[in-house]
């Protein structure tokens, strides 16, 4: 077994929030749960409407780590191939070659996903699952580590698709963001006003502080932090309440609970700690669940969100000592 180096993990996630705090203002609790999907090699999906500075923070973070980066801006005209690449006869040659999509990278920013059809969003299922792709029936391996980063507009806003749920389901997190207080508000107009643009993070002051493989041993701390059985029984109960709650018509897949059990060791180790504690399970169960539940019609006509049926269903799970 390799030797697992205690504390390793928090010190990078301390250096790379540090430099993504230099241009994004007060989103820490969405930076932090982006890293906690990050080490513990899952994908984020993002709610909010444009301009709260989701992609910046995405592009802050992929400078930090000196990782390769690349950006789909999801339409409504998008094809498949135009995320996956395709194979382009070269006539020179007189042989199909690959021309490769913007899914071959480390980090993968698909922004406004729900802009495009279904068909479209179909093609990152196979690589958010199984980090390969498949082109004219050859699959081919895409980068280690692999992430994708997802921001989607509110459903009602006007021309965007639901994300099927089995796209979803590939999420670990969904993460909701909210406007920003005045004072934050005020914060990044006085950055602006001194010639701050996001277009330019090196001007900015973003630098690299780590790189591919410091992840990858991230995720291998991740793997090796401790849960004791009453706490994955714990996580078990939970799960369970979501598929036998009244208010919900359709609950969590196991998938949840994979999720809940990676993301708590993920954010323990953030914590500083080896070892699961129910605070962790807690703090993660929210954002990791919120998407993978359906609530019944009646009860979303009451006002009624998946947060706070989440809520009831945590307050009401006895936490194991």
């Known amino acids: ?18 430099e993504v705090k230099k241009v994004v203002v007060e989103q820490d609790e969405l930076l932090k749960y982006s890293l906690t999907a990050l080490i513990s090699g899952g994908h984020v999906l993002v ?4 301009g709260l500075a989701k992609t910046l923070m995405v592009r802050a973070i992929a400078r930090s780590i000196d990782l390769d980066f690349k950006r789909i801006q999801f339409t409504p005209d998008l094809m498949p191939a135009d995320v996956t690449g395709t194979k ?23 922004d406004e996903i729900n802009r495009t059809p279904p068909k479209t969003q179909a093609g990152l299922l196979e690589s958010m699952e199984e980090q390969t792709v498949t082109i004219d029936g050859e699959g081919i391996e895409l980068p280690n580590p692999y992430m994708v980063f997802a921001t989607q507009n509110p459903i009602e806003y006007e021309g965007t698709y639901p994300l099927p749920e089995a796209l979803m389901d590939r ?12 004072e934050a508000e005020r914060e990044v107009l006085m950055k602006y006003d001194k010639g701050f643009t996001s277009i330019d993070l090196e001007r900015a002051g973003v630098n690299a502080v780590c790189n591919s493989e410091d992840i990858l041993r991230c995720r291998n701390e991740v793997k090796n932090t401790k ?3 009453g706490l994955m029984d714990y996580i078990v109960k ?10 919900i018509e359709i609950g969590s897949s196991p998938r949840g609970a994979i999720t809940i059990l990676m993301t708590s060791k993920a954010l323990a180790v953030i914590n500083g700690r080896d070892y699961v504690i129910p605070e962790d399970i807690k703090s993660v ?16 006509i009451e006002g009624m969100t998946e947060d706070q049926v989440l809520d009831n269903i945590l307050s009401g799970v006895k936490v194991p000592r």
């Open 238 to 247: 939970i799960i369970t309440e979501t598929r036998n709650h009244p208010f």
């Open 227 to 229: 849960v004791d059985e």
């Open 47 to 50: 709610e909010g409407v444009p």
């Open 171 to 182: 999420f670990v997190m969904k993460l909701i963001v909210d406007y920003p207080s005045a």
């Open 88 to 110: 382009i006869f070269n006539m020179q040659e007189r042989e199909f070659e690959l021309k490769k999509g913007p899914v071959f990278t480390n980090l993968l920013l698909a």
């Open 1 to 18: 077994m390799e030797n697992i180096e205690k504390g390793f993990a928090k010190n990078i996630v301390d250096k790379i929030s540090k």
């Open 285 to 300: 169960a929210v954002p990791s669940l919120r998407h993978r539940i359906i609530l019944k019609p009646e009860v979303l």
